[in-house]
């Protein structure tokens, strides 16, 4: 009698020990990496985006004097708008905006993508009759302003200590203070790079030494203060050179026209 091997059809897909309990564990991480590209796509996730880019963004708005901006936010893309209390307000507003940091896993970075502005102008007066005149302390920083306009203070990197080239400038700089009334603020202003402790040393460093410059060409010590902003209040965009060399620089304001 010949004998017949019989092979059942299950033990043909059956394996011992099975493979199901293995490949349940090996699905996990994918399992897991799914479920937080859905978290990160969601609303969720975009809320909480947002919702940093809205703080902190007004914060540092708020910081450098533009309460007057309104800020609407989609996204990481930011649109500022409201009417500009004076011309070029509204592109000093868009330039804080861009400059302002957000915390991320690594680190501070831009809050914003892209920043969009809707300023409208002041409505114009009637007349020009009807314009208050120009006052002697808005004469004196315009004309301290222009002599700026000609070139900046100029300093060693990292110090306080002015470019002899600087000398004429500072020459003319006394010359106007000199029928300036009151008392002026010399301000120091830096761009972002750098500790911030240090920023802020610095600029005060740099306008002090300003202050002295002027009081040895005969500006009364008592009518000149310094004060250091650090990066706290940019004119210009400090994600390019251009931006941040504008950033570092020195003005005057006229704090009591007494």
Known sequence: MQSVAVQHPHLLIWRDPPAWPFLWRGLLPLVALALTASFAAGPVARNWIEGAVQRETREQLDAAGFGWVGLSVSGQNLTLSGEEP?????????????????????????????????????????????????????????????????????????????DARSGPLLDRLAQEAGSCPGTLRIEGHTDPVGRSAFNRRLSQARAAAVRDALIARGVPAERLRARGFAARRPIADN?????RARNRRIEFHVVSAE
């Not at 006052?135 to 300093?155: H, K, Y």
């Not at 994600?239 to 931006?243: A, F, L, N, R």
């Open 239 to 243: 994600t390019t050179e251009s931006g």
């Open 86 to 162: 004076a011309p070029g307000s509204g592109e000093r507003a868009i330039a804080v905006a861009k400059a302002a940091r957000c915390a991320t896993w690594i680190g501070r970075r831009a809050c914003a993508v892209s920043v969009a502005g809707r300023f409208t102008s002041p409505a114009p007066p009637a007349s020009a009759a009807a314009a208050p005149p120009q006052t002697a302390a808005q004469a004196c920083e315009r004309s301290l302003a222009g002599v700026l306009a000609g070139g900046q203070i100029e300093f060693a990197s990292g110090s306080a200590a002015i």
